[in-house]
């Protein structure tokens, strides 16, 4: 076994165990917690895979901003506690049987599919993935969807306020 | 890492279920959310993988590009998500999706 090939083994568990732990934290905050191991492990990944712009955007925008979001948003509200177990009984066995049969079928056609016989994959540039190199890809030929993205963030933002506002303010 | 491309793509088809389970059986609002935060990390992961596949090729840096148009999407999208769980709470006094039914017939 390759050092690679631990290395992809050690991060994809801890990604895979962190993930299950979100699923079966009773506390929210706990929840939030080991998505945001998941998301570190994640840009771990973006590293290895030559994309280093992309991880440094999951760590700041993913692990930081929208992580800390959930966090307040989750200890403001106070609801972090919650039964496991729902008011259909028969809902956990069946939601646990289709999403085996989703990750089986998902594997298989993974590993059939021509993206699965390529097997040794060639060295890239020390210049791939760079900040530079996607700023100019952004700069220049999305310049269009780039701008929408700002419009999309603004309209989110006006949208979040909107729905946040205090309507009872009038009549105190 | 040299490691089959195929091989990350797995891994991300794994998470992606694992996001799938956590929407089907939690009932928490927000955990349901932060399950959906899984699925579009996951589907990340394979644009990331695909792009390492496809290199040194110039047009695989756009799988690249693609993914931080998505990150931006996802921040917009839980912006406003969490500020409808706010709103769902304030008049339900809970986040539990069960009570949510107040459109039932």
Known sequence: MTTDL??????????????????VSRNAVYSALFLVLNFLTVAMFYLLLHAAFIAMVQITVYAGAI???????IMLLGTEREEIGGSIRWQMPVAIVLAVGLAAELVIVIFRSAAGVQGQIAALPES???PAS????????YLVP??????????AMIGTIVLTLNKGKESR | MNVPASYVIALSGVLFTLGVLGVLIRRNAI????????MLNSANLALVGFAR????????????????FVIAV???EVAVGLALIVAIFRSKESIDIDLVNSLRG
């Open chain 2, 31 to 38: 955990v349901i959310f932060m399950s959906i935060e899984l």
């Open chain 2, 74 to 76: 996802a921040a917009a």
């Open chain 1, 146 to 155: 780039f701008e929408a993205v700002s419009i999309l963030l603004l309209v």
């Open chain 2, 53 to 68: 596949s496809m290199g040194p090729a110039a047009e695989a840096l756009r799988g690249q590009v693609f993914v931080f």
């Open chain 1, 6 to 23: 631990a290395l992809f083994i050690g991060l994809a568990l801890i990604a895979i165990v962190s993930a299950v732990s979100m699923l």
């Open chain 1, 128 to 130: 791939f993935g760079s």
């Open chain 1, 134 to 141: 996607i700023g100019r890809l952004l700069f220049s030929e």
């Open chain 1, 67 to 73: 992580m800390v979001l959930f966090l307040f948003v």
